[in-house]
């Protein structure tokens, strides 16, 4: 059992190069969520999703863009990647909001 | 949008000892619900406990509790008998019913010595 599986895990990037994030998860759940975490600032939510098809904004979703095509797959995207968007990346998912997020293994990307 | 406070500095624990970490926050919600997670060095994300707003009983999960005062927004998690392996950042998380983010706060680091 996968759980929640994000790719890649670690990567640095250079100031305007884009990426995309891949969070899968075979849990069949409805929410996800992408957070960013730094140090001293907990995990902040960037965009999230409750279900196929649907996003929102999060607490810092400047500069990110997010897309749920399907239900088992969040994707990020960074389109000019800046050195303030390095970070610890997170992907999470859930049946709904009041159960337990189940969480990827993050993904450490540098932006030089 | 809700408020997650965790304001405790780092912790240093005594094994064996019991440890109590604060969590405050601010909604507007009357239904929400509350939860810790622990983030060892490793860095995963591990889920501890979890408290519905409406709950009348305070949640527990083996050796956590949470000390759940919705009249003070108050959620404070309670690890008794401390282990080495307790050594982590723990977080507090709340997903109110009026949105649908579950936000956190900034965490407690705690250090449990022999």
């Known amino acids: 059992n996968a759980g929640v599986t994000q790719t890649p895990k670690f990567r640095v990037l250079k100031t305007g190069q884009s990426m995309t994030l891949l969070c899968a998860q075979d849990?069949?759940?409805?929410?996800m969520y992408w957070y960013r975490q730094d140090p001293g600032m907990g995990l902040r939510l960037i965009h999230y999703?409750?279900?196929?098809?649907?996003?929102a904004k999060g607490e810092v979703p400047d500069g990110y863009n997010v897309s749920r095509l399907k239900k088992q797959n969040f994707l990020l995207g960074l389109e000019s990647a800046a050195p303030s968007q390095t970070s610890v990346y997170f992907c999470?998912?859930?049946?709904?909001?009041?159960?337990?997020?189940?969480f990827g293994q993050g993904t450490r990307l540098t932006v030089v | 949008a809700q408020k997650i406070t965790q304001t405790q500095p780092g912790m240093f624990v005594q094994e064996k000892e019991a440890v109590t970490l604060d969590c405050t926050y601010d909604t507007s919600d009357q239904s929400y619900g509350l939860f810790w997670y622990k983030q060892p060095s490793s860095g995963e994300m591990i889920f501890l406990i979890y408290?519905?707003?409406?709950?009348?009983q305070n949640a527990t999960e083996g050796r956590y509790s949470l000390n759940f005062q919705k009249a003070r927004k108050s959620a404070n998690l309670v690890i008794s008998a401390s282990q080495l392996g307790d050594s982590a950042m723990y977080f507090c998380a709340m997903s109110p019913y009026g949105n649908n983010r579950l936000a956190f706060g900034k965490g407690n680091q705690v250090v449990v010595i022999p």
């Open positions: 999703s409750v279900g196929e098809g649907t996003t």
């Open positions: 999470a998912s859930s049946v709904d909001r009041f159960t337990e997020a189940f």
């Open positions: 408290q519905g707003s409406y709950d009348e």
């Open positions: 849990m069949n759940h409805e929410y």
